[in-house]
């Protein structure tokens, strides 16, 4: 078997040379072996946990290396030899090693062997210090550390002099730092003094409630739940501000407050043992202060951490004693999700903390937790920011940046718009950050249009009716209606605690139904959320809405519905062909529509204040098409907030004939308490010969913008468009054949010349009609 050693002792072998060679000794010593070998980590780790006091036995040997070793003359330039003794340990590490089955000789080795050599000077020290082999073998073996006193970390012997003459924070051995506190923990109530901290605006009844659980006698441990940015950690630096400023209860007046670095904690920790060492540390010079606190963000990070494979002891288990019995005050801060995983499972860690639940800040807290923290982003940036500017921020990001939480998306909103300033020349920058510069770094945060983009959506509401009207053809009344209600909840006449509205459409297939929220999402800015309520059937799926029961599968995912919502809280939300879902379905909606709120299986809640929410059915439609037979004058009727309005159109009267009969039929399909929920109850009706045609132009129009990128001019014929319109349309399937007919009668002919025919290099081609075919033909 070959062996090799590893590059920190063959770099203390060097060290070992070079010194002796620096010193101008004539040989390499045992001494000066493990003078180098206080360099190398692997050995000072394994020294210090074996009670040996560096900073000493590093002066001695320096001492000795100084005094007791002869110097060869000016001028004579030698190398230095090995001596048997030191040619005697590295052999000896290498057969230790050899026969313990491993492959590489360490400085862990080397410290054994060198206990063999009784009569060298260095062994004389390693003893002076309280190191024995069998200190060495039981922390190389099992890393046992030797006992040491009650007064913390020191090693028994040491004096504080020689604690504070080495440098604060962890030695590169990875074992515990001298002052634990100033190595692995931040003290707040310095960062507070030196005005480094924001300052708490709000939060006034956390802020209370974490005092009080402070005050207590025992599990005296609060714990922030809330969501990533609503201000966690915020509140335990506000806390530090009130103790900073003695404005907390008599008996926290004087309590220090530190926050645990987790990453300071874990930082260099190869070995077992080193990290709940450190832990272990923390906790001890935090009970010598009186009255101290911990913060620990992210503290279910200790869940788990330093467990062994197939153990149970890791770094929460630790602080369990000590968070029982009241002599450490300890906050934590964790997401909902996390403590549901790491708390829940662990009961008896649970009981040591008080949940304290921090939601997300309403808009106006939101605001004022802005213009609480805008003096400091002025004084950073050298910009002013407008109030419209603040509350612009709010806005846009909560309906553009839905993936994360107030106050914290909005804070980094004015931060950019800082920067963005200060990014340009002096002559181009904006003093004052107003609503247009909002606008456009959400716009570039989010990833979407400028224009979609608008604290002010009055000119979009103005033209909403309108623009309707432009893409969705033959549904005037269905649009005004829908407009109409739209409006209201704008307004602010509308009611706060309900969707902006909830509609539901109804008519024969292809009319027009989807394609209507479709478009009322792209000129709101907003997305349209889609479910096809066919896959809701069963009375199982409901809870792929809501989330799954405790006990069954999926659980821990949490609702489809629910979900979509939360993460885009500003949606059209269309549930295609309602009348298909289960009736348990219905039930769930019925507080949609009434409160605007959904709780999903984890007890979060969804709020649906900014959702357009349409049904559509057709529900009725066979008796709407029934009765009709040609394209005749009547009246289509609708429901708007309960009020019957009539408008005249080229269609069918829907009290009358077959237009009664889809009236009861939707009163059968839907119980009466879901329908007295509903803003509007619109009818489509079926579409009359000369929107068709319009649809056909819109299709054509579609196409040409195709074919223009290939030279190709496309002229459609008076003659075309009544061929496409009759046979495009049909009475059960509405419009919908439209695409497929142009699919299969143009596009494939067109296809193959464009590749293969007289329209490889372009132009213009006229659509006629042929023998009662569709004709085409080439100019």
């Keep these: 078997m070959s062996l090799s050693i590893t590059k920190e002792l063959e770099s203390s072998l060097r060290l070992a040379f070079a010194e002796a060679k620096a010193r101008r000794h004539e040989h390499v010593t045992l001494e000066h072996l493990l003078y180098a070998l206080l360099r190398d980590p692997v050995a000072t780790r394994i020294l210090r946990a074996c009670g040996a006091r560096l900073q000493e036995l590093k002066r001695e040997l320096e001492q000795h290396l100084q005094e007791s070793q002869p110097q060869l003359p000016d001028g004579f330039d030698r190398d230095p030899e090995q001596t048997r003794a030191f040619q005697r340990v590295l052999e000896r590490a290498a057969m230790q090693v050899q026969s313990s089955g491993k492959e590489t000789i360490d ?45 913390g970390l020191r090693p028994h012997g040491g004096s504080d002099d020689e604690l504070h003459a080495q440098p604060q924070g962890d030695d590169e051995d990875g074992g515990p730092a001298d002052d634990p506190l100033a190595a692995y923990c931040v003290d707040l109530i310095q960062r507070a003094a030196e005005g480094r901290i924001d300052p708490l605006v709000g939060r006034k009844n956390e802020l209370e409630r974490t005092m009080q659980v402070l005050c207590r006698r025992r599990k005296n441990n609060p714990i922030y739940v809330g969501e990533a940015g609503v201000g966690k950690t915020a509140l335990a630096e506000g806390l530090a501000v009130a103790i900073h400023e003695q404005k907390v209860p008599e008996i926290l007046k004087a309590a220090p407050l530190y926050a645990l670095d987790l990453g300071a904690l874990l930082a260099g920790t190869k070995f077992r043992g080193q990290f709940e060492e450190r832990l272990k540390a923390v906790v001890r010079a935090l009970a010598e202060k009186p009255g101290a606190i911990l913060f620990i963000d992210e503290i279910h990070m200790l869940v788990g951490a330093g467990a062994t494979s197939g153990g149970s002891m890791d770094a929460s288990n630790l602080l369990k004693p000590a968070l029982a019995n009241g002599e450490l005050r300890c906050i934590g801060s964790t997401t909902f999700n996390d403590f549901k995983a790491s708390f829940d499972r662990d009961k008896a860690l649970a009981r040591r903390f008080q949940k304290i639940e921090v939601l997300e800040p309403s808009r106006d807290e939101a605001v004022q937790i802005l213009q609480g923290l805008k003096s400091r982003y002025e004084e950073h940036h050298g910009v002013t920011y407008s109030e419209p500017a603040l509350e612009a921020a709010v806005d846009l990001s909560a309906k553009h940046l839905v993936d994360r939480h107030l106050p914290d998306k909005a804070i980094d909103v004015i931060d950019e718009a800082g920067a963005l300033q200060r990014m340009r020349p002096e002559n181009e920058r904006v003093p004052v950050i107003g609503v247009p510069e909002i606008e456009q770094v959400v716009a570039k945060i989010a990833r979407i249009p400028p224009r979609s983009v608008s604290s002010d959506d009055k000119t979009a509401l103005k033209s909403l009716a309108p623009e309707l009207k432009q893409v969705v053809y033959g549904q005037d009344a269905a649009i005004e209606a829908l407009a109409s209600a739209i409006l209201l909840s704008r307004s602010g006449l509308g009611s706060p605690t309900k969707p902006i509205g909830s509609f539901l459409f109804s008519g024969p297939t292809g009319v027009g139904k989807t394609e209507l929220a479709r478009q009322l999402g792209r000129i709101m800015g907003v997305p349209l959320i889609r479910f096809d309520m066919s896959e809701y059937m069963e009375k199982h799926t409901v809870s792929r809405l809501i989330g799954a029961p405790p006990g069954y599968v999926g659980f821990d995912q949490g609702g489809l519905l629910t979900d979509a919502i939360r993460k885009q809280p500003h949606a059209v939300l269309l549930l295609d062909e309602i009348e298909k879902a289960h009736p348990d379905v219905f039930d769930i909606l019925l507080q949609v529509m009434d409160h605007a709120t959904l709780t999903d299986n984890n007890g979060r809640q969804s709020d649906f204040r900014h959702v357009v929410l349409i049904f559509t059915t057709n529900a009725g439609a066979r008796d709407m098409t029934a009765a009709r037979v040609g394209f005749g004058a009547g009246t289509r009727s609708f429901m708007v907030a309960g009020t019957r309005l009539d408008e005249k159109i080229a269609s069918f009267d829907l009290d009358s004939g077959a237009g009664g009969d889809a009236k009861k039929a939707i009163e059968r399909t839907f119980s009466p308490e879901f329908r007295n929920r509903l803003d509007g109850w619109i ?13 056909v132009d819109k299709q054509i129009d579609e196409l040409r913008v195709q074919l223009r990128e290939k030279n190709v001019e496309l002229q459609l014929l008076p003659e075309a468009r009544r061929w496409l319109a009759d046979r495009g349309f049909s009475p059960q399937f509405g419009a919908r054949p439209m695409a497929r007919l142009i699919q299969t009668a143009l596009k494939k002919p067109l296809a193959e010349r464009i590749l293969f025919g007289d329209l490889e290099k372009g132009g213009k081609v006229i659509l006629g009609v042929q023998d009662d075919k569709l004709s085409i033909g080439k100019e």
């Design 107 to 151: 400085a862990g080795s080397v410290l054994v062997a060198l206990f063999r050599e009784r009569d060298s000077h260095a062994l004389y020290l390693l003893e002076k210090q309280g190191v024995t082999r069998l200190d060495l073998l039981r922390f190389i073996s099992h890393g046992a550390l030797k006992v040491r006193d009650d007064s």
């Design 683 to 695: 009818a489509f009706s079926s579409l009359p010969m000369d929107v068709v045609e319009r649809i």
